[in-house]
Every structure is written in structure tokens, then in C-alpha cells.
């Protein structure tokens, strides 16, 4: 799993670099074999104005699929980049989820299908 994180309108300390790739890290969990790339942008909308704008986005490139991207938008970068981990993880199981039932779905109906015609043969 290869993680990118890129910042804007701020310059990115060492420490919210860590915290945002341990955070991601620790909830991907047992997926995270699963994410190909991680893209991870942070920024500060307003500048030193202040408010509800320290913006987290990630975007979780899988095999075989569209990416999963998850934004939000908070007063508290961390408390953004909390969150944003938390939905990046329940967004990717929902997606790999999704993915494997209709695996799943399509190979009973062709089972399906080969048994009936099978049927109406005999």
C-alpha cells in the first residue's frame, strides 16, 4: 500500500505527515492489502482566517474498480482526518463487499443456468 499525502494553502509538519499515515494505517486493518494507492489531500480553505475549513480527502485506489473517495470538512485537521479514516474504511469494506457478492451472484446463476438447461435436456 503506497500512501501519498500532498497539503495546500498550509505547510505540512512532520507530525500531522505521521499522524495522518498511522491513522490510515491502523484503520485500513485487515483490508488494507486490498488499497493499491492511497491519495491523501489536506487543506486549509480559508488560510489563517479560521473556521470550518481544514479539508481532508482521500482517495483509496482498489484492483479492478473505480476509487473509493472520502471527504470532510472540519475547525480541527486532525478531528478531519479522523473522520475521513473512519468512512475511507466503512466505504471499502462496502465496496470490496459489493465486488465479491456480485462474483458471487453471477457464478451461482451460471451454475444455475447450466443446471436447468441440463433439465430441460433430459
Given at each position: 500500500?503506497?500512501?501519498?499525502?500532498?497539503?495546500?494553502?498550509?505547510?505540512?509538519?512532520?507530525?500531522?505527515?505521521?499522524?495522518?499515515?498511522?491513522?490510515?494505517?491502523?484503520?485500513?486493518?485487515?483490508?488494507?492489502?486490498?488499497?493499491?494507492?492511497?491519495?491523501?489531500?489536506?487543506?486549509?480553505?480559508?488560510?489563517?482566517?479560521?473556521?470550518?475549513?481544514?479539508?481532508?480527502?482521500?482517495?483509496?485506489?482498489?484492483?479492478?474498480?473505480a476509487p473509493v473517495v472520502v471527504e470532510d470538512t472540519r475547525t480541527d485537521m486532525y478531528s478531519a482526518i479522523d473522520r475521513v479514516a473512519k468512512r475511507a474504511l466503512n466505504s471499502?469494506?462496502?465496496?470490496?463487499?459489493?465486488?465479491?457478492?456480485?462474483?458471487?451472484?453471477?457464478?451461482?446463476?451460471?451454475?444455475?443456468?447450466?443446471?436447468?438447461?441440463?433439465?430441460?435436456?433430459?
Amino acid at each position: 500500500m503506497h500512501v501519498e499525502i500532498k497539503s495546500q494553502g498550509f505547510e505540512m509538519t512532520l507530525a500531522l505527515r505521521n499522524y495522518t499515515l498511522q491513522r490510515l494505517q491502523s484503520s485500513m486493518g485487515l483490508v488494507r492489502d486490498r488499497a493499491r494507492h492511497i491519495s491523501v489531500h489536506l487543506s486549509d480553505e480559508n488560510g489563517p482566517r479560521g473556521g470550518v475549513d481544514k479539508r481532508c480527502m482521500v482517495a483509496i485506489r482498489i484492483a479492478g474498480g473505480a476509487p473509493v473517495v472520502v471527504e470532510d470538512t472540519r475547525t480541527d485537521m486532525y478531528s478531519a482526518i479522523d473522520r475521513v479514516a473512519k468512512r475511507a474504511l466503512n466505504s471499502l469494506v462496502r465496496r470490496l463487499s459489493r465486488n465479491r457478492n456480485r462474483r458471487g451472484r453471477g457464478a451461482r446463476h451460471s451454475i444455475l443456468d447450466t443446471a436447468d438447461s441440463s433439465a430441460e435436456a433430459a
